[in-house]
């Protein structure tokens, strides 16, 4: 019987530990090939939890294909060599900490570039705040946020995301990591969640934190696999259909048919939107909104003004469905707003006076130029016919497959030699895959101007 010292005061879910111990177990040998495991029951027992922490333990490793399921006999170590396979995923964490280089040009995916916020503009608009809502900006507001601007964002995902949603069923918050936590309190700690594998690693680790099950969903050409939601049994999918990250893939039209019709099938199942890169589009018309689609109210929508304004600006929202806007007011309206109401008020006349959209519109052109000007570095280069792009249709990074005979980590290792930080794409897994592109990086260009990335460039080849 496997036996192993579970930490109950760990932030690290307890059927996680299980799967980490059994992993490593085989990892290391101990555990061989075709070796029987415990039944669920017998195991559950024996550590004194309950046996669907066994079985989502089982579950996992079941399918990352580290065992097998054997019809009326139990599960068994799978048959090959799985250290060997695990050898074959690129690890590109790498340690300089002996090694210092000094990074001149940053592609980075997760910033915003602040120069170009509209400061004149939003000073301006901060001083008639502040003069116009003495009294209001001293009271707490709704637990949803202040009216005006949950009007401002219903009018503007009308006019954008062809979204017909009322004020009242938008909450907004702190960002969508604070969201996140906010959904997964509404509909229960205990569901089955899924995210999507690659992915943000800070989504999975929300999830991993605050959920009792989460499990990865591969991608294949069109998102999400629906086979594998279906095969996991998911109550809940985390998806980002208008852009993935890191992988760019657009949703289409019939997969997101595919994955309502899926949420439709059972009672309970619901599906969260992240929507965070629908702004920038560069080539044809906005794919629509998962939500505007949903006829039966089974999609909850997310999105963030950080990539449009500022990182520091921590405003989020959350669109949800009718039924669920009542259940959030009685669980969880005891929850104070956590956006201060100074800047609730000054983004409100943000948007209403047109300042947003047409800061939309002069930001994307600038991202667009940029991103212009990284494909034609990367097609003017002497490895032009040895590099492949992707996902460069929309957002603000693009991938970049490179055959040149270098590893990730190589590319990687040789660009910050040269004082260039890239990422590469094995860093957003946040479960082993096999089928991990061994030579892909992602390559963000939202905050380095295109004079920097001719630089960059030059330095590289």
């Known amino acids: 019987m496997l036996t192993f010292q579970i930490d109950n005061m760990s932030n690290i879910p307890i059927y996680q530990q299980i799967y980490s111990y059994i992993r490593m177990e085989i990892e290391s040998g101990n555990l061989k090939s075709g070796e029987k495991l415990p039944s669920k029951r017998a195991f559950a027992s024996h550590m004194n939890v309950s046996v669907a922490t066994v079985e989502t333990a089982y579950d996992q490793l079941l399918s990352e294909g580290y065992i097998r399921s054997k019809a009326g006999s139990g599960f068994y170590v799978e048959d090959y060599n799985i250290s060997a396979e695990i050898e074959k995923i690129p690890n590109i964490s790498i340690n300089f900490t002996d090694v210092k280089y000094d990074v001149k040009y940053d592609f980075g995916t997760s910033s915003a570039d602040t120069s170009l916020f509209p400061f004149p503009v939003w000073a301006k608009l901060s001083r008639a705040t502040l003069n116009e809502k003495t009294t209001d900006l001293l009271n707490s507001c709704d637990f949803r946020g202040i009216q005006s601007l949950r009007e401002e964002i219903a009018q503007y995902l009308h006019r954008f995301r062809g979204m017909d949603v009322s004020p009242n069923r938008i909450v907004i918050g702190a960002g969508s990591e604070y969201l996140l936590g906010l959904i997964i309190q509404l509909l229960g700690r205990d569901m089955a969640y899924g995210v999507e594998n690659p992915g943000y690693r800070r989504i999975y680790d929300i999830f991993s ?162 991103r212009d000007t990284l494909i034609n570095c990367i097609k003017n280069s002497p490895l032009s016919d040895h590099m492949v792009i992707s996902g460069e249709d929309a957002g603000l990074h693009i991938v970049l497959k490179v055959v040149n005979g270098m590893s990730q980590n190589q590319l990687v290792s040789s660009a910050l030699k040269a004082g260039i930080k890239i990422h590469g794409l094995t860093e957003y897994y946040s479960f082993p895959d096999s089928n991990i592109p061994e030579n892909s990086l992602v390559i963000g260009f939202s905050g380095i101007d295109a004079e920097q990335i001719e630089k960059a460039f030059n330095l590289l080849f």
């Open 209 to 370: 934190i605050s959920a009792s099950r989460v499990f990865p969903v591969p991608m294949d050409e069109n998102g999400a696999s629906i086979s594998v939601i279906s095969g996991f049994g998911i109550n809940v999918l985390h998806v980002t259909p208008s852009h993935h990250f890191p992988l760019g893939i657009t949703m289409p039209i019939i997969r997101r048919k595919e994955l309502l019709q899926w949420a439709y099938s059972k009672p309970g199942r619901y599906i969260i939107e992240d929507d965070c890169d629908c702004e920038f589009r560069y080539n044809g018309r906005p794919a629509p909104a998962l939500q505007s689609l949903d006829k039966q109210e089974c999609v909850i929508y997310l999105n963030t003004f950080t990539r449009t304004l500022a990182p520091s600006i921590r405003i989020g929202y959350m669109v949800l469905p009718e039924h669920l806007t009542e259940k959030f007011r009685s669980r969880l309206g005891f929850y104070s707003c956590t956006v201060p109401v100074f800047e609730q008020y000054t983004l409100a006349k943000f948007m209403a006076d047109g300042h947003f959209e047409r800061h939309i519109n002069r930001i994307k052109k600038v991202y667009r130029q940029r």
